[in-house]
């Protein structure tokens, strides 16, 4: 099992009861192979408070519902769940029956009432108001406000004890232990509100992580992890800009229906109120975004900071150990390949298109087999070639060494061409009427991983596991990654420009506000005028004309 293990990434929580609870989650929510306990439905139970009935009720669950209901919990442990319930009905009078008060009611008290341990609120023993503070109080203990009622029992302790009463001390003793464990346990979960996304981020020198932790309904539910290079220039503020807007506005597998009531950030940045704005057009929900300055919120903003911090440590370490081992990797590929020079500097290249339209071309540079984003480049295909993939791809590789020839820079040690012989030829071609004859020059073929290479026959074949192997695959999924995602830009740059600018009226910054509310042109189409009229700048008219001319 050990070797089948690819990476190991850690979450930093306030406390092993927090860490038990974000295991059972991750499993349930992942199903991993190897974790078969935690992988059915049943959960940690609850103490629930029905806080929305008139007489609420105390109990254990194993149940969310949203009905209004306040829980305390998960608890990870059975027992100290039981004890605690136990010492709320030892203190306080709460009743255990299900009756649906003051609608439904019995003709007399059950049992509890005559030993104590109810009022009777079903008769009319106990009114409304009086339940209601009891209740209160009980809140407050399940939620570890404790300090109060421990210094009651702690009083009536003493006093048994000095009655030599020390069966009724060892009693009370028994119930003060009890607090003590309460008020160490997980934050009261509210139903009605606590739903957060933690955000903290951490940096050294050119790189930073910055990390998302959801907390839904008052339970840890995982952590989001983003990446950041060549950030040297950037302030916290500015590192917050890129982080909200890569994750919330970028595609992120945030969903569309789990954005949090609010978002906890350690400083402020200068596009927030432009974010909740466009969050609220995007999908209508009115995030809230905060900097907690002191409580339990700048506790859980402070967690997210120790997230990143340690998450930026492995990053570090990480890459320490990848620039040890990135010498032995590259003279590796190089003999492998049989290259003059050790590849330190390896530019790759991939075309990508729908159908032969909108085709575009990638280059992305690695230095010691690391990405150098500032030397990335990418391109729209000048030739009317169709889908012939062969003729785009010398384009691409003949525009980015003519203009590298043109302006003096180095040239690669070893190009990389993402597909097979016929790619790997084209360029090859492209590269002899540049004058460029002995440049080293590979490709990658998607499925069965071979490596072809000029004036061989037969490809090479890697081991599976090979790190030379990791490292042409990296670089080769990076430069298709970048090459897609200029061809989807365009071509949905290209849809909203055919559909919204025809209408007269609609200029871009009406196109943006319409983008924004609806996410897509598919989406605006089935919305009624209504809808497009609740937007700023619009009106009925405008939403009117819109539908008329979508169709």
């Known amino acids: 099992m050990i070797r089948q293990i690819v990476e190991v990434d850690t979450i930093v929580v306030g406390s092993e009861t927090e860490s038990l609870i974000l295991e059972a989650n991750l499993i349930k929510e992942h199903k991993p192979r190897f974790n078969i306990q935690l992988r059915d439905d049943k959960r940690y139970p609850y103490i629930k408070v029905t806080i929305q009935e008139a007489f609420p009720r105390v109990f254990v669950t194993r149940r969310l519902e949203d009905d209004g209901s306040q829980y305390f919990g998960p608890y990870t442990s059975v027992g100290l769940m039981r004890d605690a319930l136990e010492v709320v009905k030892r203190l306080y009078t709460v009743r255990s029956c299900r009756y649906d008060l003051p609608k439904e009611s019995p003709e007399r008290p059950c049992l509890d009432y005559h030993i104590g341990r109810c009022l009777a609120p079903c008769v009319g023993y106990q009114d409304q108001n009086s339940y209601g503070i009891m209740i209160n109080e009980i809140l407050k203990v399940l939620g570890g406000e404790t300090e109060y009622v421990r210094d009651r029992v702690q009083k009536q302790m003493s006093d048994a004890s000095r009655d030599l009463e020390f069966e009724r001390a060892a009693h009370f003793r028994d119930i003060i232990t009890v607090l003590d464990g309460m008020a160490h346990q997980q934050l009261v979960e509210d139903l009605r509100g606590n739903d957060y996304d933690l955000i903290g981020i951490a940096r050294d020198g050119d790189i930073g992580v910055g990390v998302v932790m959801k907390i839904r309904r008052g339970v840890l539910l995982g952590r989001d992890t983003i990446?950041?290079?060549e950030i040297s220039e950037c302030n916290d503020g500015s590192l917050l800009d890129m982080l909200t807007s890569r994750y919330y506005l970028g595609g992120s597998k945030q969903p569309h229906s789990d954005f949090p009531k609010e978002i906890l950030v350690p400083v402020d940045f200068e596009n927030k109120d432009i974010l909740k704005e466009v969050l609220f057009y995007k999908d209508g929900y009115k995030v809230d975004i905060r900097i907690p300055k002191r409580g339990i919120k700048r506790r859980l903003c402070e967690l997210a900071t120790d997230n990143a911090r340690h998450a930026l440590e492995d990053r570090l370490?990480?890459?320490?150990?990848?620039?040890?081992?990135?010498?032995e990797v590259l003279y590796d590929l190089s003999d492998k390949l049989q290259l003059k020079v050790v590849p330190r500097f390896i530019a790759c290249f991939d075309v990508s298109h729908i159908q032969g339209s909108e085709t575009v071309g990638s280059a992305v540079v690695f230095e010691n087999a690391e990405p150098?984003?500032?030397?990335?480049?990418?391109?729209?295909?000048?030739?009317?070639?169709?889908?012939?993939?062969?003729?785009?791809?010398?384009?691409?590789v003949s525009r980015y060494f003519s203009y590298r020839l043109e302006n003096g820079l180095p040239l690669p040690d070893l190009v990389l061409i993402d597909g097979g012989k016929g790619q790997l030829r084209s360029a090859h071609d492209s590269l002899n009427e540049l004058g460029v004859t002995d440049m080293p020059m590979i490709s990658l073929a998607k499925r069965e991983e071979l490596v072809f290479r000029l004036g061989t026959r037969e490809p090479l074949r890697f081991k599976r596991r090979d790190n030379a192997l990791h490292v042409l695959q990296r670089i080769r999924d990076?430069?298709?990654r970048f090459a897609v995602t200029y061809n989807r830009k365009l071509r949905r740059n290209r849809t909203v420009s055919s559909d919204l600018s025809e209408i007269p009226g609609i200029g871009p910054e009406k196109q943006k506000l319409l983008l924004l509310r609806f996410g897509s042109v598919r989406a605006i189409k089935?919305?009624?005028v209504e809808e497009i009229a609740e937007i700023s700048g619009l009106g009925l008219v405008l939403a009117d004309r819109i539908i008329t001319y979508l169709g």
Not at 318 to 326: E, I, K, L, S
């Open 372 to 396: 150098k984003k500032s030397e990335y480049r990418r391109m729209r295909i000048r030739g009317d070639w169709g889908n012939d993939d062969y003729r785009s791809m010398a384009e691409v």
């Open 317 to 327: 370490t990480t890459t320490r150990q990848f620039h040890d081992r990135a010498d």
């Open 227 to 229: 990446r950041f290079s």
């Open 478 to 480: 990076e430069a298709h």
């Open 526 to 528: 089935s919305a009624n």
